[in-house]
DNA sequence: GATATTTCGTTCATAATGTGAATATTTTAA
DNA sequence: TTAAAATATTCACATTATGAACGAAATATC
């Protein structure tokens, strides 16, 4: 009897896992048509997009500072942040405090972009949620923790 | 009375999407690292595991039909398949019936290789799964599959 | 104070992911 | 038979990203 459960158990384990990966999967490939249709919209390579949308109440950023926030090598942001200068999206002061340090701030263009984006993508997740009912809303939101948490935890152990 | 109560949900729905937003952007991330994770493990830039693991069941891919399953160019195709051959994951042989197909299969290696990857991914979902209790599982996955509809939904209203 | 070390940003070589136009070859339709 | 369509390849180009090497400036050590 014990095994007998136990086996069903592992099949509907089995079955589950294929329906997380299949879900997974089509979530991810949704999320890389939305980057390109921001990417698109708002006449910026998506890397640059991110980089802009790192200026949220904070005036000044360093390239040290934008590389740890994106996660991404130094190098790579010294060629963002120029592919958004020679936009005029944002612009580079030397730190009056420290020569090494450069402070990396939006324009004005830049700041309206950046406020357009934003706007732009809050109503496209107010739009997702307004797909569902309040319950639903709320349950969603509260099982999608739960599996991020689970994805992390899980992550944590591979290394 | 009206007013006040759809103002209060207003404020919820404003704070349901940036709950959402970031729950998303981390998922991402997750995933992103997986990916990293998984083409680090079986040594194939993430693009050609990805091709590999199309042959499930099916002896013989074309080009175009391996560029409609991933979405992404024939010429695309054409360079990850190369890189498959110069691995000896997989092997190509003319179309006996129209000489302008190439028909793509694995070879014994890549068969190998793809069910060792296929056993790695199904052991990563079964992992995260069971984080959870058997009714939490049931309901992540329904909570999922909303929100995926609710995402394809709102991506078919953007065009 | 002089020297060594660290920090910061840039440049360069390299790799992976991907598109789209042009091309060659073969098949199918007119 | 000729025109059109389908299949795969090549090439130029764009985007995303890393890491080593480098120069300049700041900090720590002696």
Known sequence: MNEISASINEELLRYQAYRLQDLIAEMLKCCEG?????????????????????????RYLTVKGIAQKLEVAKSRVTKLVKGL?????????????????????????????????????????????????????KNMLSYLELLRSAMEAVKEDLV
Chains 1, 2 share one sequence.
């Open 34 to 58: 939305r980057k390109l249709y921001d990417s698109g919209k708002f006449a910026l390579p998506y890397a640059e997009l991110k980089c802009l949308m790192l200026f949220d109440g904070q």
């Open 85 to 137: 200068i020679e936009k005029g999206l944002v612009e580079q002061i030397d730190d009056p405090k420290d020569a090494r340090i450069k402070l990396i701030s939006l324009t004005t263009a830049g700041q309206k972009k950046s406020e357009e984006i934003d706007a732009f993508q809050k109503e496209l997740h107010r739009k997702i949620l307004l797909q569902m009912d309040l319950g639903e809303r």
